[in-house]
């Protein structure tokens, strides 16, 4: 029996067994309602209303402090001796290269095929509301890590929903607080063994392999896939022994080059079109308000744009916090400020960049994609660059396999934190989980199974909900954090010290629960 047939079979029989559960959890999941005469999955509405009300209560905080985060990021206000692993621009790469990924070249394609060019404009809307999600979110996960003894931090929602709630509401939040961190530590270790691994790796394993030969080039074969599996999983195990430190070393490289070397490439396909340029923002402006020819016009595009931007910038789902509050701070806010130019990167500049090369170029096939053809989202992008690039397809490549890589390291790291909390941060236990995600890595350039797949975007939103109850009820912790923070700054430009804030507090009571 050959390689190709076995594996046929484990992801037939592994799949045929978890597609009921799949289905049920994901019809629970992204339950959707009637809207005009398309439907509105609650689960975006729940992340698109949580950012509408975090831009309210912080006083538009993405517009009026979006030149601090920048001053932050670059290490205006950084202070000797502060805990932590890495520095401001090392921690916004990490999460970055986590949401950045195969979903904002192909993602992007699918929802101006379904949405129409006016999705995009809902697409940026969502993305700059979701900027005050993420730094509401990773505020606390910075103000209630845990600092061990060898110096590493552990953060994320499994640490600041028990510390937190216990410290907003005494002992009942604390076993409240719990439960949710638990669920939390599932959610992020499954979703990132299945989606932040598995299928990262077999999309880059298929681009490499159509673009090297196709069905007949040796990368097609099963000896290819076990060699590209094989390579990553080096890669990737030797960058995750090092820890956040070099996981942060390689992004903080990689994510600046690959970000650049995409938007470069947009911007040769959209400068080659120049003259179309004014006409294809009209596009979108009216597209946004009009819709015609969209399945449910105006509200159908709307739906579209902020599935899309809440599904790539993962704002408000809790997984970020988790590299962010490795940062070397006392103060918690300035972390947060930072991690608000992630949803900038990830949906309004590498989202829209992607949209406005579709629509400026007009490949055929996004023509017969918007007729109703099934026809991937890679490929329009791919044809997209192709008007002006012949030889793209193989820059769309390598964009792709460092999108991935990226993302496999960042998630691998958000697993290991899940899976010490769960199971103690032993050597024992983190070799143990390290293996089990290299091995994953290998087993991605051979099985598809996406009914675990579709489990795991299940399990990652369903976090949103328990992760947004949070933010909600710790709002008023991260608005007396950013209010330390503020008269920090000011205490910097006036050469007037001041304390701290409540972060060192913070921690010492972290400590004692």
Not at 135 to 144: A, N, R, S
Not at 311 to 328: C, D, Y
């Amino acid at each position: 029996m050959s390689l190709d047939s076995v594996t046929t079979s484990i992801d037939d029989a592994v799949s045929g067994f978890f597609e009921p559960v799949a289905t049920a959890v994901a019809d629970v999941v992204f339950y959707a309602v009637p809207l005009g005469d398309t439907e509105l999955p609650l689960i975006v509405a729940w992340l698109v209303v949580a950012g509408l009300i975090f831009t309210t209560w912080f006083g538009l905080i993405q517009v009026r402090k979006f030149k601090l985060a920048f001053d932050t990021v670059r290490g205006k206000y950084d202070e000797e001796g502060s805990v932590g692993e890495v520095n401001h621009f090392q921690a916004l790469t990490a999460a970055v290269s986590g949401t950045v990924g195969l979903g904002n070249i192909a993602g992007v394609a699918v929802a101006v095929s379904i949405g129409g060019p006016g999705a995009t404009f809902w697409m940026i809307l969502c993305g700059l509301l979701g900027m005050a999600s993420k730094f509401v979110e990773v505020t606390l996960g910075v103000k209630y890590r845990e600092e061990h003894e060898d110096g590493t931090v552990s953060g994320g929602p499994m640490h600041y929903l028990p510390k937190g709630l216990a410290e907003r509401f005494g002992s009942g939040g604390a076993k409240f607080g719990k439960v949710l961190a638990v669920l939390a530590s599932i959610m992020v270790l499954f979703f990132g063994l299945f989606g932040g691994n598995l299928l990262q790796i077999n999309q880059s394993y298929a681009q490499v392999a159509s673009t090297a030969g196709g069905e007949d080039g040796f990368m097609a074969s099963s000896a290819g896939a076990i060699l590209f599996g094989l390579v990553i999983s080096a890669l990737v195990g030797l960058v995750l022994l090092g820890g956040i430190r070099s996981i942060a070393s390689v992004t903080s490289r990689l994510v600046p080059a690959m970000a650049a070397m995409y938007v470069v490439a947009c911007l040769v396909v959209i400068l080659g079109n120049i003259t179309a340029v004014p006409d294809a923002f009209q596009t979108i402006i009216n597209g946004a308000f009009e819709a015609e020819g969209v399945t449910g016009g105006v509200i159908g595009a709307l739906i579209v744009g902020f599935q899309r931007a809440a599904f790539s910038n993962e704002a408000g789902l809790g997984s970020a916090p988790i590299a962010h509050s490795a940062v070397k701070t006392k103060h918690p806010a300035s972390e947060g400020l930072v991690a608000l130019l992630e949803p900038f990167i990830d949906t309004v500049v590498i989202c829209t960049m992607t949209a406005l090369t579709i629509i400026i170029a007009d490949p055929a096939s996004w023509a017969e994609a918007r007729e109703g053809e099934s026809i991937g989202g890679v490929t329009i992008t791919s044809d997209a660059f192709e008007t002006v690039l012949p030889w793209f397809p193989h820059v769309l490549t390598v964009a792709v396999l460092l999108f991935a890589f990226s993302t496999v390291l960042t998630w691998g790291y958000y697993g290991l934190k899940a899976w010490s909390y769960l199971f103690g941060k032993s050597k024992t236990s983190e070799t143990t989980f390290k293996a089990i995600w290299s091995l994953f890595v290998i087993a991605g350039s051979l099985l598809t199974l996406d009914s675990l797949i579709s489990l795991a975007d299940s399990a990652l939103f369903l976090l949103s909900v328990f992760n947004i109850i949070g933010l909600y009820l710790l709002a008023p912790v991260v608005k007396r954090e950013l209010d330390s923070f503020l008269d920090f700054v000011r205490s910097r430009k006036t050469g007037v010290a001041v304390s701290a804030g409540p972060e060192e507090d913070g921690l010492e009571a972290a400590k004692t629960l």
